[in-house]
């Protein structure tokens, strides 16, 4: 016969392994601090007038039957927005909760808001509605006006019973078939989904995407409030911001699915934060080798993109080692920099990208920037241990210039033209010393279908050049010139669907890729 831990009293308590049930009874207090935990192999009971209060980052676990509420408080550092999921099920929000929390207020709304998947926007919460918290949902959050930030609180019950069923939450994604990333519709959000974290303990990045790899892109989107932007955390890349990355109690993130059906949240997928490593922050460092690019156009945000080099990735895309800019939440993108494919390039942004850790001179990297005409844009980097004799540089194929990352120097130049492509920045990696009189042509050009009929060639940045398409026969079946901008977008007849060989040609030589129409 189990053993049951019996609570009548006030107290706090640090890294409780509970062998046995743990029942905290009516009139007792149970406080666990921010960084403690508690273990349950058997049940968990709070009696009705029990009060068992979990501080921010402080986590439960539960093997057995879970009974009665704990209360979950999740703290809010500031007063900018966050996603935030309820870590107990049963929680109500209303005016009275609005008011008690000091939620954000306008004129009928309040700053407490769901994702609408298939419009891109968000359903604010109105006065005088009377609403539950779902288990597995994301929620943005908003506080009044105050620097500090503040405090929600989630009171409920603890989701599962993992000795019984493990059967985790669920949550039904939102998908449209017709809505993949690509060049054109990547920044749309009609396959965004805001979920969110349903339990009082930490699950881990690689884990959650690896339960749910047949319906979701390997990538969560996280909101950085202090840089003002979505974070991406891919898979497969096994650092603290990434695969390692843990998801607290109560954080909201996105994910985009790729095919209908559920996702699931595993009961037997929950850590502890010792496990885990790090502190209760939603920003982790990256110590694998990498090239961060980070761009400022004099407002008070920078935004950034990471290039990984590691083993056993290709220059294409590699499933968890990949990671899109974020599209969704309602708010396109005025300031981002990214990279694309340096193979079978089809046109998608990448914040996160992983390359081989060999051949580094050989590999140059197309770098997109969306910024608005008359922005000033200035662009750094920061390095993580890259060989000893590689030298970063950023070329300027419109201004014909390179410059140096890798001695803390920057780039920067006014736009005269809105930017929202690739075809003008590329990254170098390289042990010479690089200058416009002693670089190769080397950069990619990048060729695919956006639809049916359009042909988009970026990495052409000017002169006239010549487009023509074959078909597996050999035979021409259109022919036309343009004037390189960067990124061109060529209309094409009514072709069958199949396969085609594209050849572009300039002064610079010759470029044959292979594109399929269907």
């Known amino acids: 016969m189990k053993k049951v831990l019996v609570l009548f009293f006030i107290a706090f308590y640090y890294n409780i392994a509970a062998q046995t049930n743990l029942k905290v009874k009516n009139s007792s207090s149970l406080t666990v601090l921010e960084g403690s935990n508690i273990d349950v192999s058997g049940d968990f009971e709070s009696e009705s007038s029990a009060n068992v209060v979990l501080k921010s ?27 935030v999921s309820p870590p107990v099920f049963g929680q109500s929000y ?24 298939s419009t891109n926007n968000w359903d604010w919460m109105s006065d005088g509605e009377n609403l539950t918290f779902t288990s597995g949902v994301g929620y943005n959050v908003k506080l009044e006006n105050n620097e500090n930030g503040g405090e929600l609180s989630f009171t409920g019950e603890i989701a599962g019973d993992l000795e019984t069923q493990n059967g985790g939450v669920n949550f039904t994604l939102i998908y449209d078939p017709n809505s ?92 502890h934060q010792i496990e885990i490593g790090g502190s209760d922050t939603f920003e982790r460092t990256t110590p694998l080798t990498s090239i961060k690019l980070i761009i400022n156009n004099g407002s008070s945000y920078n935004r950034h993109c990471d290039v990984y080099y590691l083993d056993n990735v290709t220059l294409g895309f590699d499933y968890g080692y990949e990671g899109q800019i974020f599209g969704g939440g309602g708010n396109p993108n005025s300031l981002a920099i990214y990279t694309q494919l340096l193979e079978d390039n089809e046109g998608v942004n990448y914040q996160t990208q992983s390359l081989p850790n060999t051949n580094y001179e050989g590999m140059v990297v197309p770098v997109g920037v969306d910024a608005l005409a008359n922005d000033e844009i200035t662009i750094s980097a920061e390095l993580n241990n890259l060989p000893a004799n590689i030298k970063v540089f950023i070329e300027d194929k419109l201004e014909n210039t390179f410059t140096r990352l890798d001695e803390t120097s920057n780039f920067s130049t006014t736009l005269s033209t809105n930017s929202n492509s690739t075809g003008r920045f590329y990254l170098h990696t390289t042990s010479a010393s690089l200058s416009t009189g002693n670089v190769l042509d080397n950069n990619p050009v990048s060729i695919f279908t956006t639809t049916r009929d359009n042909l988009r060639i970026v990495g052409v940045q000017s002169g006239t050049a010549n487009v023509q398409m074959f078909n597996i026969l050999g035979k021409q079946v259109f022919n036309t010139s343009f004037e390189g901008s960067g990124s061109n977008n060529i209309n094409l007849p009514v072709l069958s669907s199949g396969v085609y060989i594209v050849q572009v040609k300039n002064e610079s030589g010759t470029v044959n890729k292979k594109v399929v129409i269907e």
């Not at 980052?57 to 996603?83: C, H, M, Q, W």
């Not at 009275?96 to 407490?112: F, P």
């Not at 843990?246 to 790729?258: D, E, K, L, M, T």
């Open 180 to 271: 993949e990333p690509d060049g054109d519709d990547q920044y749309l959000g009609y396959n965004w989904n805001l979920v969110g974290n349903p339990y009082p303990a930490y699950i881990k990045n690689s884990e959650f995407l690896t339960s749910n790899s047949s319906n979701i892109l390997a990538t969560i989107w996280t909101w950085n409030s202090v840089a003002g932007t979505y974070e991406d955390r891919v898979s497969n890349i096994s650092d603290s911001g990434n695969g390692n990355f843990p998801i607290a109690p109560g954080q909201g993130f996105f994910v985009r699915s790729s095919a209908s059906g559920n996702i699931n949240f595993p009961e037997a997928d929950q850590y």
């Open 57 to 83: 980052g402080a986590s439960i676990i539960v093997n057995g039957s879970k009974t009665g509420n704990i209360t979950y408080r999740r703290n809010l550092p500031t007063d900018e927005y966050f996603l």
């Open 94 to 117: 209303n005016d009275t909760y609005v008011n008690d929390y000091n939620i954000d207020e306008a004129t009928n709304i309040n700053a407490i808001a769901t994702y609408i998947s």
